[in-house]
């Protein structure tokens, strides 16, 4: 994943370096047709956008380098495709298209769209901050590859996913999240940036945060050893 970032931040500055040559073309001879640099940095900072929203919880937010450079890929981004926008004659998107009568009622309809296909995304996926219940209950190491877990892990799994949920459900959702009116879940998560570096209520050991694969990781060193 990170290379992912590091790629698409590359073709964010090959555009950006490509604009800034065709800025000049541009101005002495303002010929007509389609900004397609312009349509491509849309696109990009679209992208970017919709990839921050679908993958921002499973990532931890701000908490993980992949979410904070991709933060900082969307702030450049954005920022170049309002200069161009601002600087030459035709753009893609011309800067009187923001004070068109339906624009706004628009994008908020493309984002309210755009929110329940995100929501509905994650259910059968299930988010990171569910996921380090599930395998903290199951008492297995989030790194365990899922061939080598055994019948009866599999089975442990199965039910604690069933089981967590249920009780998230029953709860009101995770007390780090908020419903629709502002109200917190009753379910406080065992593992969380809050319980790390605390000790497991369950073994006495240490709860751990790491690093991996671009994310964050919860896990008991006691009850959930790596195999
Ligand atoms: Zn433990």
Request: charged share 15%.
């Amino acid at each position: 994943m990170n290379l992912f970032i590091a790629g698409l931040m590359l073709v964010v500055l090959l555009i950006q370096t490509i604009c800034v040559k065709h800025f000049r073309f541009m101005r002495k001879f303002p010929l007509f047709g389609i900004d397609w640099l312009g349509a491509a940095l849309w696109a990009v900072l679209w992208i970017e956008i919709a990839f921050l929203f679908n993958y921002g919880d499973w990532y931890d937010w701000w908490n993980s380098p992949v979410i904070r450079q991709l933060s900082a890929a969307i702030i450049i981004t954005l920022f170049f495709c309002v200069w161009r926008m601002m600087t030459i004659r035709h753009p893609f998107l011309e800067p009187k298209m923001w004070t068109y009568r339906y624009f706004w009622p628009l994008l908020g309809l493309i984002t309210l769209v755009e929110a329940f296909l995100a929501t509905e995304q994650t259910i059968p996926g299930l988010g990171n901050g569910v996921l380090q219940d599930i395998l903290y209950n199951a008492r297995i190491h989030p790194k365990t590859r899922i061939h080598s877990l055994s019948a009866g892990q599999k089975e442990e799994l199965y039910h604690q996913i069933k089981s967590t949920l249920q009780e998230m459900y029953n709860l009101g959702g995770r007390s780090t999240e908020t419903d629709l009116f502002g109200k917190s879940g009753g379910y406080i998560p065992h593992l969380s940036k809050n319980t790390a570096g605390t000790i497991c209520p369950r073994c006495e050991d240490m709860i751990k945060k790491e690093n991996y694969l671009g994310g964050s990781i919860y896990y008991c060193s006691g009850c959930q050893p790596i195999q």
